[in-house]
């Protein structure tokens, strides 16, 4: 409970549009870190990092890494508590559907953002029967960072999670 008390408090939406004239949101969210891949380039303020994200398809957000520096991040699997973290930016891929046994508004903001590319699977991964398999950059301390909720397993040499629909349909 305590968690999610943070959490209802630290939400904060930035908002932009990109180059097609769509809104974009951004979550500015506290007290968390995002476990996905920085990309190299550093931008000298929030607003030019965001910019950049929403023109590039595997972008989730973006994190402050520096006093004046804004890198883009990709690849999300999940996230860890840390109360003194702030300035993460989650991209909204939400679309404002509302699940009725969902978790709580920060699981359910990373799971699409998971999710993003639009397949049953996540970024590096791919269907395999009812779960989703991932490739050889899946090491297994990635796939320990997937929320509970996608039951990562590690079998020795590959990461499995289940499918975005198995998990829609436990939260309908
Ligand atoms: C995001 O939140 C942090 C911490 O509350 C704040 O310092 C920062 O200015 C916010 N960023 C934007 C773009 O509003
Ligand atoms: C996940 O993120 C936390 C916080 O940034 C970091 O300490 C941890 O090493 C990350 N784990 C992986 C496997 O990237």
Redo the contacts with the bound molecule.
Sequence with gaps: MRAFNIFAFLFLAVLISNSHGGVNIFLNISCV???ATLSTPIYETPKAAMRECVEQDSCIGFKKTSEYGYQTLRGL????I?EA?EDNYLWDQTGGEIFPNQPNELEYAIFFAIFKNGNECPLRFAVDGTLCRGNTAI?K??C??FPSYMVPQWDGTTCFVVQKQTILNQWA
């Design positions: 870190e995002f476990n699997t999940g996230y860890v840390n973290s090491s301390d990635i320990d960072t």
